[in-house]
């Protein structure tokens, strides 16, 4: 029963008579379908195929294969049928051509239109004695192992033989050429996907910097054509890095999705949206007359950004900068075309964002500087080139010193002491605030310590601290690492952060929290110059406010700011918050400050920021320190 399954496959093979004598024809359909399955047949098959088949083929079930058979009185007859075969799908496999048919073609001239056809049709030439030699018809017909010599009269097993294995060979060729057919079809698929993947980026689909540098040479080539100009849009989404910290990465690569596809819409056919990694992206503008037209475009894309995107659940809205350079403007080639580019979406993030800026050749060198000053503050962390001031708070008689605050400062070789605001915002930018401002934090709570050590009595040590540290997943680890390697009790701590840190970010409430639990004060520095939107506030706990130097400096100047001093007062005390005035420089803002029921303050008219010696002498000089001091002793 298996074997009737495992037999041969039953093929419908065409074969093709092509001889002048119609009785011959006759003898070939006879020979060729009258007989199935005979014991000759069997034993036909097992000589012919012994070797891989015999098995197989000794099942009683065995029968020539279902022979189809046409014919033709002359050459060209045959020839028209092999045509119409092949362009139906359904060709021959074999042919027995006779080699004399007067009046037409003979066989071998058949023989060289049909190869000329098919080049895998199995061809028997039919000969009576010596019309050719095998030799004179190989000359002719070129060596070939697709053809055979079948001598006149014919032996009725020798065609058979003849038909069965010539059709068997070419049912293997052609099933050969099938497989290698789809192989090369699989291997050029795969080489196209490959192909592919190298040139975009897996996550968008858009093209990547290597089919972009592609894109814009073209772009090039066809405006050195054209004479008009080239346009690279180089986009960034504006504190993308936030939102995929503080939300996650895989919200984070939906929304850049998201963009994407807002993106794709808007651009026009044979411009190039392409994805250069992280959060940014480039547009390629070409065919452009002038910058009005650039101008146009750029707006519609900062357009697509108007609507939040709804990702994970949650409407994220996000905005972001644009810098454009034109070739030949602002550079000649690929690499120019995006520094420019990218200098001026710098520029337009500078400028706060939500813009587009173009590329002006003195952004080279701001950027230029911004990358030296980026190495040098590098190596001034290596070179212990900072070091802290500290500054101290007192309470509202201004008698009582009750904490200081560690300033920043950094003995640049060449220039001379520089204050924070020359470069903060570049350590942050370059991402070296997040180890200096371990550093900072480290030394001020040494610095604590060794003045608690001393003697001196028991004052908070004030560290300001930037958002992107505290985004740090590990800022908690780290300051309760800092404090039990310096020894520093928790409540003597207090971090300072601005009000655009707490807003808007769950984990840093979540992290402000923590720190709160351990022990560590939380004050909100600058209030009233940020985000000035109180609500916020309801949902955080602090410990204390400081009102911003600008208001301090206005008391007695502006009543309006008077006025304001007075409801943050209000406001915090109704929420048990503390508050320190800054900037306190006059005996006239300190009295305004001490009607106002105002806690602590710290200005320039008590002192300016200390060395730490400096602060041991303050301390040890304050009356009521000495007091202290001396009962002690
Ligand atoms: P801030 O936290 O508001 O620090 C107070 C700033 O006001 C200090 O400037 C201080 O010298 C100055 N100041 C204090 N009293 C007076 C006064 O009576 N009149 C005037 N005109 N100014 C006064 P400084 O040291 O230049 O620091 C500026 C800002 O730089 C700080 O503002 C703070 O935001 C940042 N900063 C300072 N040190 C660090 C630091 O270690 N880490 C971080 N992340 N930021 C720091
Ligand atoms: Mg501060
Ligand atoms: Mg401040």
Known sequence: MQGQNHSHEVHDFRIIVIDDNSEIHRDFIKILTSIQSTEKLDSLSDSLFSANEGKKTREPGFSLPQFNIDTAIQGEEGFFKIRNALQEGRPYSLAFVDIRMPPGWDGIETIQHIWALDRDIQIVICTAYSDYSWEE???????????????KPFDQVAVRQLAYALTRKWQIAHEMKQYNASLEAEIQDRTRELKFQAMHDALTGLPNRLLLEEKVKQAIAAAKKSGKKTALLFFDLDRFKLINDSLNHMTGDQLLCAVTSRLRKVIRPGDTLARLGGDEFIVVMTDISGT????????????????????????????????????????????????????????????????????????????????????????????????????????????KLVAVEALIRWNDPKKGVMLPMDFIPLAEETGLIVPLGEWILKTACRQAVEWQSAGFPLIRIAVNITSQQLHQH????????ILSETGLAPEYLELELTE??????????????????????????????????????????LDRLKIDRSFVRNISVNNGDEVIIHAIIEMARSMNLEVVAEGVENSAQLKFLQEQNCSEIQGFYFSHPLSGDEMKKLMSDIPSFREILSKNN
């Open 292 to 399: 009005d037209q650039i101008a146009g475009i750029a707006t519609a894309l900062l357009k697509q950004f108007n609507q939040p995107f709804r990702v994970a659940e949650r409407d994220i809205l996000i905005t972001v900068s644009a810098g454009i350079s034109l070739w030949p403007d602002n550079g000649e080639n690929f690499q120019e075309l995006i520094r420019s580019a990218d200098m001026a979406m710098y520029r337009a993030k500078e400028l706060g964002g939500r813009q587009f800026q173009y590329y002006d050749s003195n952004m080279n060198k701001n950027y230029f500087n911004k990358l030296e000053n980026g190495i040098r503050l590098r190596r001034a962390l290596a070179n212990e080139e900072f070091f802290l001031c500290y500054q101290p708070q007192f309470d509202i008689s201004g008698e």
């Open 137 to 151: 018809t190989l000359s002719a017909l070129g060596e070939t192992d697709n053809l055979l010599v079948l001598k």
């Open 474 to 481: 590990n800022f908690l680890k780290m300051t309760e690492n």
């Open 500 to 541: 655009n840190t707490i807003v808007n970010s769950p984990n840093v409430i979540h992290t402000i929290d923590s720190l709160r639990k351990i022990g560590v004060k939380i004050a909100l520095d600058d209030f009233g110059t940020g985000y000035s939107c109180l609500s916020y506030l309801r949902n955080i706990k």
